[in-house]
């Protein structure tokens, strides 16, 4: 194979890679808000919980939980035994405990008299947190979630091991058929570099803007 022939190889793999990184993150946003709303206005218990859910899902290499997921977890449970719905779950658990402290922080950082502004307005707790504070957050939190997408575009790359042909599958394809390792591998971090650095540095970008627009 020519080294164009094997890179457009590689570019096959891009559809999935982004879809295991995106459906996690989709997933991890769906979780993660609500562990840091739990985190900040739950009270105890729940935010004990919530706390808990995100110290062991930060301390435990998502490697561990794919495996757990895929080789423990899939001899009981059949659904676990789809290497893509393993890879997004796993993915997307890890995810969630990153993006509640995204959140958290943010939401710290929007300030307690925005709240006390919006009560006194009339508007009940839950009120202030859906109409005020959450969107504000998320403004302040954007450049965080885009460093997360690229980082759920890296983390991908474990899927392989489960058999997910993603780009770092297909790259061992290629080391196996063209015995080099060279061209396949160079190939495969030029992709992750163009897929990673877009999201990260436009969702930076875009959200200091924002921020400075809105006087965040």
Do not use: C
Not at 175 to 184: E, G, I, K, Q
Not at 191 to 202: C, E, G, Q, R, W
């Amino acid at each position: 194979m020519t080294p164009l022939e094997q890179f457009l190889f590689l570019l096959k793999a891009v559809p999935v890679t982004l879809g295991i990184s995106l459906a996690s993150f989709a997933l991890g946003f769906a979780i993660g808000i609500p562990i840091a709303l739990l985190r900040i206005y739950g009270g105890s218990p729940l935010s004990l919980l919530a706390d808990a859910y995100e110290k062991l899902f930060r301390s435990v290499p998502v490697l561990v939980v794919m495996f757990f997921m895929y080789f423990g977890l899939g001899s009981v449970i059949h659904i676990f035994k789809d290497p893509y719905v393993t890879s997004i779950l796993s993915l997307g658990l890890v995810s969630a405990a990153n993006q509640s402290q995204i959140f958290r922080s943010a939401i710290g950082s929007v300030g307690k008299t925005q709240m006390m502004a919006a009560i006194s307005l009339g508007l009940t707790k839950g009120g202030a947190v859906r109409y005020v504070i959450l969107p504000q957050a998320f403004i302040v939190a954007i450049p965080g979630l885009g460093s997360e997408i690229a980082l759920l575009i890296k983390d991908s790359s474990y899927s392989f091991l489960i058999g997910v042909l993603e780009l770092m599958k297909h790259a061992s394809i290629l080391r196996a058929a063209t015995r080099s390792a060279v061209l396949p591998y160079i190939g495969s971090a030029i992709i992750y570099v163009a897929l990673t650095f877009p999201f990260a540095n436009y969702m930076d970008k875009w959200g200091s803007r924002k921020r400075r627009e809105l006087g965040l």
